[in-house]
């Protein structure tokens, strides 16, 4: 079993940075691909940044490219993942989620995931 646990979140200014963490913990030693996802009230969960487990593959969803960077540092029991995101739009504004898939790659556009975190509140007011 592994734990997802997000933390970052917050109010902030358009144009301004937030930098989001998942921290994950249990069962972490074999492959985990870990993803952001946000999820606005009304719409469909969104995938936002993926990134493999060696941290050498990333991708992002058009709307967030060239400005939010997902990465990585696997440590010995833990496995921690940042969003940066740079240059916030109000349209950013919703609950973003960590998630974790037992498989060494994903892509951006895969929902299966095996993990879940409980998500943080990221708003950028104008």
């Not at 074999?30 to 946000?38: G, N, P």
């Not at 739009?89 to 989620?97: A, L």
Request: hydrophobic content about 35%; proline content about 2%; charged content about 20%.
């Amino acid at each position: 079993q592994v734990q997802l646990v997000e933390s970052g979140g917050g109010l902030v200014q358009v144009g301004d940075s937030l930098r989001l963490s998942c921290a994950a913990s249990g069962r972490t030693f074999s492959s985990l691909s870990m993803a952001w996802f946000r999820q606005a009230p009304g719409k469909e969960r969104e995938s936002v940044a993926v990134i493999s487990w060696s941290g050498g593959s990333t991708d992002y969803a058009d709307s967030v490219k060239g400005r939010f960077t997902i990465s990585r540092d696997n440590a010995q029991n833990t496995v921690t993942v940042i969003l940066q995101m740079n240059s916030l739009k109000p349209e950013d504004t919703t609950v973003y989620y960590c998630a974790a898939a037992r498989r060494p790659r994903v892509a951006i556009k895969d929902m299966v995931y095996d993990y879940w975190g409980q998500g943080t509140q990221v708003t950028v007011s104008s």
